[in-house]
């Protein structure tokens, strides 16, 4: 008997029964944690760009993209902070003297920082046409609507 393809590649089968079942297993993958920001960029995924979901959930890459965006993410998230914080002079001088009036800021920085990273990162809103630009022909129909842009999420540019 001839051997099939997938033993000519090296594969081999278990007798179950009357059947013949190849011997599949998993690429093993390193242990990352995902986070928030995974979980959320998995969601996006899952819910808007269902092809690029299940392309890397097939090639059994899914888990180490999110992995990537989650520290991508993280550190991101952090530096923005600070920076707000730095910018809107939010000190540990303010800290001791109205703790209240620092947690507000802190609360709102956070909250922008966020925000930012969510919809600049994780996922494309659409973004609004501004009103001084022209548009070509049927294009300035759509002037002050939201476009969304063509993007390339899987390796985090647009």
């Known amino acids: 008997m001839e051997k099939t393809l997938f033993e000519q590649m090296g594969g081999t089968y278990t007798r179950q029964g ?3 079942l190849p011997d599949l297993s998993l690429v093993p993958q390193e242990e990352r944690p995902i986070g928030v920001w995974g979980e959320r960029r998995r969601k996006y995924l899952k ?3 269902r092809v690029l ?4 959930f097939t090639s059994g890459n899914l ?3 999110l992995a990537d965006v989650e520290g991508q993410a993280q550190e991101m998230f952090e530096q923005l902070a600070k920076q ?3 910018k809107q002079g ?3 001088a303010l800290k001791a003297g109205d703790m209240m009036a620092w947690v507000r800021k802190m609360n709102n920085i956070r909250n922008a920082a966020e925000e930012a990273i969510y919809n600049d990162h994780l996922c494309v809103r659409g973004r609004a046409v501004p009103s001084g630009t022209a548009l070509p022909g049927p294009l300035a129909a759509l002037q002050g609507f939201y476009i969304s842009p063509i993007t390339d999420l899987t390796f985090g540019r647009y």
């Open 63 to 65: 888990h180490s993209h």
């Open 90 to 92: 939010v000190t540990e």
């Open 53 to 56: 979901y299940y392309s890397l």
């Open 84 to 86: 707000m914080a730095e």
């Open 47 to 49: 819910e808007h760009r």
């Open 18 to 20: 009357d059947y013949l």
